[in-house]
């Protein structure tokens, strides 16, 4: 199912959020660089806003978010942004691929870090099983 997965790569900033975003003189700036990628899945930045403010808005992480997103085969609604399936499979992966990156640069990637990119990475497979047509669109 993954070969069926056609990502667009685009640069991304890689912790895109309210708090690393000000206005300048009218024009929107972003600091905190730390996490940038060169090419990445296209849509990473916009989708990291989106669930970085329901967390803060709802409380829990990341992954309770995507866990609620991928136990069902509807759209999930994050603000205005329509997320399908597909897109959190992405989004999870690309996710963890950063965290993960970032904790082993830093020396925390512990077994607490570990378990939970295992449980964020484990999300993904019934969410694969699924036929395509239910994903994939």
Known sequence: ALRAIAVEAASAHGDLHLGNLFLDGGRLRAVDWGNYQPAFWGGYDVFHLFVTERVRRAGGGWVEVAAGALS??????????????????????????????????????????????????????????????????
């Open 72 to 137: 069902g085969a509807a759209a999930f609604e994050l603000g205005p942004l329509c997320a399908r399936p597909r897109d959190w499979v992405c989004y999870t992966l690309a996710r963890v691929e950063l965290e993960a990156a970032q904790d082993a640069r830093l020396g925390r990637l512990g077994p607490k870090r570990r378990r939970k990119y295992a449980r964020a990475l484990a999300l993904l497979g019934p969410a694969l099983a699924r036929p395509e047509d239910t994903w994939l669109t």
